[in-house]
């Protein structure tokens, strides 16, 4: 879950079932009162019937928080899914008396919300993700931010029964043996109340190995990273000194912003002049977080990033206004994983969700991230596709199956703006190159920057803009999507050919 949505928004945590909003207690329990979280599209707008047994593939880097409903993000080539209709597994739920005993564990069934009121809970829907073919994440955790913390130790990280809490653990890992991969938490720094973190990482860590010692384990992203205020948040470096290399087997790390390049300004708190983070932001918080990392003992756990998103259309972050287009939040998406990517990131899963909306609609800039509208915004039809989710699908089918340990650097030219990143895939290179044009001062006088690739082997190339030539994904057809995208062919001169870059990204092939 996206911190600013904790932070920004004057609203109650929790609210009566039958209010009409969808609290966040509601969000993280869709099943609690399904008349205030509805689910924004139903099966019936896409059909495709019950989800098959398929393969499920985890080399991909492409994912989603969360990747729902499974068909549709299938056909985008979405390879993971971080949590699904339930986005975190809480021991307050599954044993509310804290006895720890499997056979008492109430893995679905009624629950008593925080505001007194009754509810429901499934964590079984969690066995659909099985059928969908999609590689999965899972958060654990002992209860969510609630007034009344029953579970934890007063002032503590800590369960209040530690034997209890890792029988749960134990058992949600056998019980959804599906799931290799397994999340402690999710970003603290909204809520550090204590020094003993790493003593929860760690025993929960214990029970999740003791119950499939093959599975993998991430710690928590924290919050933040979203403008310069919230960048590199220092509350991990105590916490890694004293896990000091063990007990965590891949990193997160969550990354927000604009899709401008870091050029939406505003003033914090304080009055101080600050700014939203642009792409290019994202190396000096990999490279904060990688030499922290190194200096104790993970030097060899990868970065995954959880959580990444920019959102289009007109939203809101606190007290501020935000508009982006389809095209601008299309473009940024691909650059936001090409350079992670070049920069060694393994796993990218774009926050918040396939579908716009981010529980109550408060037109919030996470309502949206999504790539298919939801018809909240009262301007798009529901089921209505956006130029980003056409950036992603044909993004997700060029650059899957590349060779990561492969992904190369071949021009980053800062003065004019303009980067070309190398992908490795079936023995075949495939070039990927911008311009950033909105922070190029000689643009719009300039359209278009060139650059020349050198070293070649064939006798042309054949260059696609990595959006659709449309300024909506209105008018893109599914059934032949690749046809609206712009190609030309270009003649390689003894090796060498210069690229024409315009606002669009473009892949270049053989």
């Not at 549709?72 to 979405?78: K, P, Q, S």
């Not at 993004?395 to 004019?416: K, Q, Y």
């Not at 260059?463 to 599914?478: C, H």
Request: proline share 6%.
């Amino acid at each position: 879950m996206a911190a600013s949505d904790n932070n920004s928004f004057a609203q109650p945590p929790f609210t009566p079932c039958g209010d009409g909003m969808c609290d966040n207690f509601e969000k993280a329990h869709p099943d609690a009162c399904p008349g205030d979280c509805p689910r924004p599209i139903e099966r019936s707008v896409f059909p495709g019937g019950p989800e098959p047994d398929v393969a499920v593939s985890e080399d991909s880097p492409f994912g989603f928080h969360p990747a729902v409903p499974f068909e549709i993000a299938r056909d985008m080539g979405i390879k993971w899914t971080r949590g699904a209709e339930t986005p975190y597994l809480f021991w307050n739920l599954v044993d509310p008396q804290m006895k720890g005993v499997p056979g008492a564990f109430r893995w679905k069934g009624p629950l008593i919300r925080p505001d007194g009121g009754e509810g429901f809970n499934d964590f079984d829907n969690l066995f659909l993700v099985n059928k969908s073919g999609l590689a999965m994440l899972q958060n654990i955790d002992v209860q969510p931010p609630e007034p009344r913390e029953t579970h934890f130790k007063s002032g503590s990280w800590l369960p209040t029964n530690i034997k209890a809490y890792k029988a749960f653990v134990r058992e949600a890992v056998k019980r959804y043996s599906f799931i290799k991969y397994w999340q402690v938490g999710n970003e603290p720094n909204l809520k550090m109340k204590s020094s003993d973190y790493a003593q929860y990482q760690k025993i929960t860590y214990q029970a999740i190995k003791e119950a499939n010692p093959s599975v993998k384990v991430l710690i928590a992203g924290l919050a933040g990273n979203m403008d310069l205020m919230s960048i590199n948040d220092r509350g991990y470096e105590p916490v890694l000194k004293e896990l000091n290399g063990r007990y965590i087997d891949i990193f997160d790390i969550h990354f927000y912003g604009d899709a401008r390049g870091g050029t939406t300004e505003f003033k914090d708190e304080k009055g101080n002049a600050s700014r939203l983070l642009g792409y290019r932001d994202f190396k000096e918080v990999y490279e904060y977080y990688r030499g922290l990392l190194d200096e104790n003992g993970f030097a060899r756990v990868p970065i995954w990033v959880t959580e990444m998103g920019t959102p289009s259309g007109t939203s809101h972050l606190g007290p501020y206004v935000i508009t982006q287009t389809e095209a601008e939040q299309a473009r940024d998406l691909f650059k936001r994983h090409v350079y992670p990517m070049a920069l060694g990131v393994k796993k990218i899963f774009w926050a918040f969700g396939v579908l716009e909306g981010f529980g109550e609609w408060d037109n919030d800039f996470f309502d949206h991230t999504g790539l298919i509208y939801t018809d909240r915004d009262g301007v798009h039809q529901l089921g209505e596709k956006k130029l980003g989710y056409y950036t992603y699908k044909l993004m997700a089918e060029e650059l899957d199956g590349s060779d990561l340990s492969r992904v190369a650097t071949v021009v980053e030219d800062d003065v004019n703006h303009v980067y070309v990143y190398k992908f490795v895939k079936d023995g075949k290179d495939i070039f990927v190159a911008w311009w950033d044009y909105f922070v190029d001062e000689a643009y719009p006088s300039t359209k278009e920057r060139q650059v020349v690739l050198t070293g070649l082997n064939s006798a042309r190339v054949e260059i696609t803009e990595a959006l659709p030539r449309f300024s909506s994904g209105q008018e893109v057809k599914d059934l032949d999507y690749k046809a609206f995208f712009n190609k030309t062919t270009v003649k390689v001169d003894h090796g060498e050919v210069s690229i024409t870059l315009g606002e669009n990204p473009v892949y270049v092939e053989d």
